[in-house]
């Protein structure tokens, strides 16, 4: 019988001490529901030791970060207080095995969220949106992994930066994005390219949390996904985003 408690021990530990670790999930190995009930239980380690759940992260909502890593699920992580980084604060490498930041939006919600919604309940159930930087950090070497193994990692969630929210009905369907390092521009992108429109990895979010009997809940904020590939951090990097209509979104690297 697979311990599934000691896979997240084992992954929680290489999170906690920045440590990275082979590979260890085959799909074959481990079912999806298994590698989403790892990541519970990883997650849980993380309350126990003081942190607190703010969210739920998307995780590979484009065609270009699907690509990227060679998995073409779309994939959800549990975010907690102590991944998210101050806007225009900074980012401690040492925390991190091989840290990459990417643009995304993020929702606030203002209603519990759960199941099968169409997008206009699911704009009904937000607060605000913002502009955000998600920073993954997966844990496995050399960025490797399969479906199992990136979904018990809690989808590689690190950290997470959220620019100034606007009022829910804000148009952020398709807006224009450019994100530099140090000022010069390292990924363009559109809002467009998360699921056509950052409205549907809402409603993909209620649906999986679902099937772990979770909810969006009120305060909670939920990321969308990258709009972009992920771009690799680097001590002193200062990292800037603009996004069209929506303002900027920064940190710097130490
Ligand atoms: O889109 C994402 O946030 C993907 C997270 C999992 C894969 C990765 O680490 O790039
Ligand atoms: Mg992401």
């Known amino acids: 019988m697979k311990n599934l408690a000691n896979f997240a021990e084992i992954v929680d530990e290489a999170a906690r001490t920045a440590k990275a670790i082979p590979q260890f999930v085959g799909d074959d190995e481990m079912t999806l529901d298994e590698a989403y009930a790892v990541q519970a239980m990883s997650v849980s380690r993380r309350i126990q030791r003081g942190e607190r759940r703010v969210g739920f992260k998307m995780g590979l909502t484009s065609r270009v970060k699907m690509e990227q890593v060679g998995v073409s699920e779309v994939i959800w992580g549990r975010l907690t207080d102590a991944m998210r ?19 995304e939006i993020a929702y606030l919600m203002k ?13 009904a159930a937000v607060e605000a949106v913002a502009p955000a930087l998600e920073i993954i950090d997966s844990r496995y070497e050399n960025f490797k992994f399969a479906l199992g193994d990136v979904v018990a990692d809690n989808s590689s969630s690190s950290g997470f930066v959220v620019g100034g929210w606007h009022a829910p009905e804000t148009d952020v369907a398709n807006l224009g994005i450019i994100m530099k390092f140090d000022g010069r521009p390292v990924e363009i992108g559109s809002t467009a390219a998360i699921l056509g429109n950052p409205i549907r990895s809402l409603v993909a979010a209620a649906r999986m949390v679902a099937r772990s009997s979770e909810r969006l809940e009120p305060g909670y904020i939920v990321l969308a996904g990258g709009a972009t590939a992920a771009a690799h951090l680097a001590p ?3 990292v800037s985003c603009e996004f069209q209509n929506l303002g900027d979104v920064e940190f710097r690297v130490a």
Do not use: N, T
């Open 236 to 238: 002193g990097v200062h």
């Open 85 to 103: 980084v101050e806007e225009g604060g900074v980012l401690d490498m040492g925390g991190y095995v091989h840290p990459r930041v990417e643009p």
């Open 111 to 123: 209603k519990p969220l759960s199941g099968d919604v169409s997008p206009m309940e699911a704009l």
